[in-house]
């Protein structure tokens, strides 16, 4: 199984930003999709999940309204859209899979992961 998160990258206050998460080697439609950062010398949270039929999405209180999650399940592919970014988005983003329900926000009930991409949001 292989998770290959890309799209970060060096921008302003207040820009956009997608990241995408390529999935392969597992039925990538029946796996819940989450979104995890982690900022220098943080522990790692939850940005945010999508379940696997697309049906439902969480988000941490810090993002929401700002970040959203999507999935295309035909590309194998889940997107995280950022916008209105802050210095304070500055980290590494991971996506990670989870084949069961359950706590979304749990990293380590996370059976997945890739191998994460820097964003990094300047004043």
């Not at 309204?65 to 859209?81: A, C, E, H, M, P």
């Not at 191998?115 to 949001?121: D, E, F, N, S």
């Amino acid at each position: 199984v292989q998770l290959q998160a890309s799209g970060g990258g060096l921008l302003q206050s207040g820009g956009s930003l997608r990241l995408s998460c390529a999935a392969s080697g597992i039925t990538f439609s029946m796996l819940n999709m989450g979104w995890f950062r982690q900022a220098p010398g943080k522990e790692r949270e939850f940005v945010g999940v999508i379940t696997w039929s697309g049906g439902s999405t969480y988000y941490a209180e810090s993002v929401k309204g700002r970040f959203t999650i999507s999935r295309d399940n035909d590309k194998n592919t889940v997107y995280l859209q950022m916008n209105s970014l802050k210095p304070e988005d500055t980290a590494v983003y991971y996506c990670a899979a989870k084949r069961r329900g359950g706590r979304f926000s749990t990293s380590n009930e996370y059976d997945y992961w890739g191998q994460g991409t820097l964003v990094t949001v300047s004043s």
